[in-house]
């Protein structure tokens, strides 16, 4: 494993299937074991389906949802998962509204695909379960 520490599961929550791929394929190289969903919808159901995922990297715009609504089912679905909001409208009403409903970060897109392992393992890191 590249990071040296355990994998984590995480879910990608994203309408742009190029958006997921990269997550999905800078993830998996660092040894995560990645679950992808391209609507608001398809994330609630892989939540009823399966363990509860160390974290969730959530797009703040999907089709089928009226923004952060998604937060709130992703948070009561899975209240210890640590959920990242990715957006490309990042305004500090966002941010302020997403911290509030649960995320422990808000990051804004593009998102340097270097960074995201660390942003990941130190959102898993802030984890109380």
Known sequence: ?????????????????????SLTETLGDDGDVVTEAQSGHAAIGVLADAPEPDVVLLDYH???????????????????SQIIVMS????????????????????????????VPAIVRQAAG???H
């Open 1 to 21: 494993m590249p990071n040296g520490s355990a994998p984590l599961q995480v879910l990608v929550v994203d309408d742009e299937p190029l958006m997921c791929w």
């Open 62 to 80: 999907l089709p089928d949802s009226q923004n952060l609504d998604v937060l709130s089912m992703v948070k009561r679905l899975a209240p210890h």
């Open 126 to 128: 802030s984890s109380l």
């Open 88 to 115: 490309a409208y990042c305004t500090p009403e966002i941010t302020k509204q997403a911290l509030a409903l649960g995320a422990c970060r808000v990051v804004s897109k593009p998102i340097n695909m270097c960074d």
